[in-house]
């Protein structure tokens, strides 16, 4: 299976800042990458797919970027929405895998 | 309005079975994959089966294959989850989730509320 590696594991961050996630794929997976957001007992929820295409409703303010191994979520400007913790998940099999997740808090 | 509503979820031995349901609706079901998702404190989210709109191609991971079969029933626009063989590794909650499109079989753009297996003694 392949490996996605998230960093940081947390992160503490003010309303207003601008914050990276990265994703790393232990093998190329083009741009077959998504990333979800997730809140205490809630499923998570779609935010970027194809390593860039925001999904519908997803806020401008998410971007992503990234290709073969290499990915970055990025928020331009923290809103007290964004505290939550964020995936990223790889489908370039049929065996999708998940990152471990980054927990985005507030400082 | 897109949902999807899972039953089934319960506590049950090692060894046990049980067979998780998803109801549909607010969409074509038949014109979708779909797929289930658990998730743990421990292990996070983990992808464990999908099936094609029609059903006539399904996926597992290695974790639960040979233990678990995925099928559905589009004229009740509903997915299930059969699992036997059910071990303590197997404790989760268990999600239903629709594919995005047809070129994006494993992501999803909607996602059930989960419904609760515990595997225990």
């Known amino acids: 299976d392949i490996q996605m590696t998230q960093s940081p594991s947390t992160l503490s961050a003010s309303v207003g800042d601008r914050v990276t996630i990265t994703c790393r794929a232990s093998?190329?997976?083009?741009?077959?990458l998504a990333w979800y957001q997730q809140k205490p007992g809630k499923a998570p929820k779609l935010l970027i797919y194809?390593?860039?295409t925001l999904e519908k409703g997803a806020p401008s303010r998410f971007s992503g970027s990234g290709s073969e191994t290499e990915f970055t979520l990025t928020i331009s400007s923290l809103q007290p929405d964004d505290f939550a913790t964020y995936y990223c998940?790889?489908?370039?099999?049929?065996?999708?895998?998940f990152g471990q997740g980054t927990k985005l808090e507030i400082k | 309005e897109v949902q999807l509503v899972e039953s089934g979820g319960n506590m049950v031995q090692p060894g046990g079975s049980l067979r998780l349901s998803c109801a549909a609706s607010?969409?074509?079901?038949?014109?979708?994959?779909m797929s289930w998702v658990r998730q743990t404190p421990g292990k996070g989210l983990e992808w464990v089966s999908a099936?094609?709109?029609?059903?006539?191609?399904?996926y597992y991971a290695d974790s639960v294959k040979g233990r678990s079969t995925i099928s559905r029933d589009n004229s009740k626009n509903t997915l299930y989850l059969q699992m036997s063989s059910l071990r303590a590794e197997d404790t989760a909650k268990y999600y239903c989730?629709?594919?995005?499109?047809?070129?994006?079989?494993?992501?999803?753009?909607?996602w059930g509320q989960g419904t609760l297996v515990t595997v225990s003694s």
């Open positions: 194809k390593a860039s």
């Open positions: 998940q790889q489908y370039n099999s049929y065996s999708p895998t």
């Open positions: 607010g969409f074509t079901f038949s014109s979708y994959a």
């Open positions: 093998q190329s997976i083009s741009n077959w």
């Open positions: 989730a629709k594919q995005l499109d047809s070129s994006s079989w494993f992501v999803v753009d909607y």
């Open positions: 099936i094609s709109g029609s059903g006539g191609s399904t």
